[in-house]
């Protein structure tokens, strides 16, 4: 029977080894970087506008869009490349604790983190916007002007939120719960693909399909005209402004229950996957790194 005690103290012994490793720090570079140019362009905006943000709107607008979100998951992908773990370490406690446990720690660890990755997004575009926003629950009259594109002020500025219609029916808070979860969820399911694959069949596959299934998910997103059902992409599910757009669109984007619903059941069907092959771990080290 397996531990979670035993698989919740070797989890975060993996968590703590992070500085140690160079994939740690590219990662969290790109997730800092892929953040900061949507969130400073928004700032520049409200104060060309005159006009204060909602502390929450720039990460709300970031991931409502389908650029920023596309490059920001890159970082993710790179820093679990290293999937399933399995080396030196790996094989002493995995023959301690047994294959079940060793299994366990390691779904902890992904699930831990894919929710700090996209936790630090959101604290790094809470710490840069807070000098310059209100903590109010109500939507700032900047953003409403470029949802509305006032003036052509949104094509004027390149910076889009694609559903005003979104802003009438949740507040702020309301909204970042939705976001929030969707990405979380897309961000699990990224890694759980990677961890997955990697587990089954060899190291790279995981990889090369989760990157496949996200750039996919980008193209169709872009090219609506090519691939009219949006609810194809993963990333549109994981994009909280491209759900209940309107009832002439309902059709091509999904609601936000399809959405969760999809993530649960990609990454319960994942972890039945690995869960089905945990005899069959090889915990073998190849002589030279003995």
């Given at each position: 029977m397996c531990s979670l005690r035993k698989a919740l103290r070797l989890a975060g012994q993996q968590m703590g080894e992070w500085p140690r490793k160079p994939l740690f720090w590219l990662a969290l570079a790109l997730n800092l970087n892929f953040?900061?140019?949507?969130?400073?362009?928004?700032i520049r905006a409200s104060q060309l506008l005159g006009e204060p943000l909602q502390v929450l709107e720039p990460y709300l607008q970031m991931t409502?869009?389908?650029?920023?979100?596309?490059?920001?998951?890159?970082g993710l992908v790179i820093f679990l490349s290293d999937a399933p773990f399995l080396d030196e370490r790996a094989t002493y406690v995995g023959l301690r604790m047994g294959r079940g446990e060793w299994l366990l720690a390691q779904l902890l660890y992904v699930a831990a983190a894919c929710l700090l990755y996209a936790l630090v997004r959101l604290a790094f575009a809470l710490a840069l916007t807070i000098p310059y926003a209100y903590s109010g629950n109500l939507w700032s009259s900047t953003l409403w002007a470029i949802a509305n594109d006032e003036g052509g002020i949104a094509s004027q500025l390149k910076i889009f939120f694609p559903n005003k219609y979104m802003m009438t029916l949740y507040t702020p808070y309301a909204f970042l719960g939705l976001s929030l979860g969707l990405q979380s969820l897309y961000c699990l399911t990224i890694g759980m693909m990677v961890f997955a694959l990697n587990l089954v069949f060899r190291k790279g596959v995981g990889i090369a399909v989760a990157l496949c299934v996200h750039n996919l998910g980008y193209f169709i997103a872009f090219d609506g005209s090519v691939f009219a059902n949006q609810r194809w992409s993963l990333l549109v599910h994981s994009l909280g402004c491209l759900h209940d757009i309107n009832q002439l669109l309902i059709q091509r984007f999904p609601a936000f229950w399809e959405s969760f619903a999809l993530f649960l059941g990609l990454i319960g069907g994942l972890a039945?996957?690995?869960?089905a092959w945990a005899h069959r771990i090889d915990f073998s080290v190849p002589y030279r790194n003995l």
């Amino acid at each position: 029977m397996c531990s979670l005690r035993k698989a919740l103290r070797l989890a975060g012994q993996q968590m703590g080894e992070w500085p140690r490793k160079p994939l740690f720090w590219l990662a969290l570079a790109l997730n800092l970087n892929f953040t900061l140019e949507p969130a400073v362009a928004l700032i520049r905006a409200s104060q060309l506008l005159g006009e204060p943000l909602q502390v929450l709107e720039p990460y709300l607008q970031m991931t409502s869009h389908r650029v920023p979100c596309f490059l920001w998951m890159i970082g993710l992908v790179i820093f679990l490349s290293d999937a399933p773990f399995l080396d030196e370490r790996a094989t002493y406690v995995g023959l301690r604790m047994g294959r079940g446990e060793w299994l366990l720690a390691q779904l902890l660890y992904v699930a831990a983190a894919c929710l700090l990755y996209a936790l630090v997004r959101l604290a790094f575009a809470l710490a840069l916007t807070i000098p310059y926003a209100y903590s109010g629950n109500l939507w700032s009259s900047t953003l409403w002007a470029i949802a509305n594109d006032e003036g052509g002020i949104a094509s004027q500025l390149k910076i889009f939120f694609p559903n005003k219609y979104m802003m009438t029916l949740y507040t702020p808070y309301a909204f970042l719960g939705l976001s929030l979860g969707l990405q979380s969820l897309y961000c699990l399911t990224i890694g759980m693909m990677v961890f997955a694959l990697n587990l089954v069949f060899r190291k790279g596959v995981g990889i090369a399909v989760a990157l496949c299934v996200h750039n996919l998910g980008y193209f169709i997103a872009f090219d609506g005209s090519v691939f009219a059902n949006q609810r194809w992409s993963l990333l549109v599910h994981s994009l909280g402004c491209l759900h209940d757009i309107n009832q002439l669109l309902i059709q091509r984007f999904p609601a936000f229950w399809e959405s969760f619903a999809l993530f649960l059941g990609l990454i319960g069907g994942l972890a039945a996957l690995c869960a089905a092959w945990a005899h069959r771990i090889d915990f073998s080290v190849p002589y030279r790194n003995l």
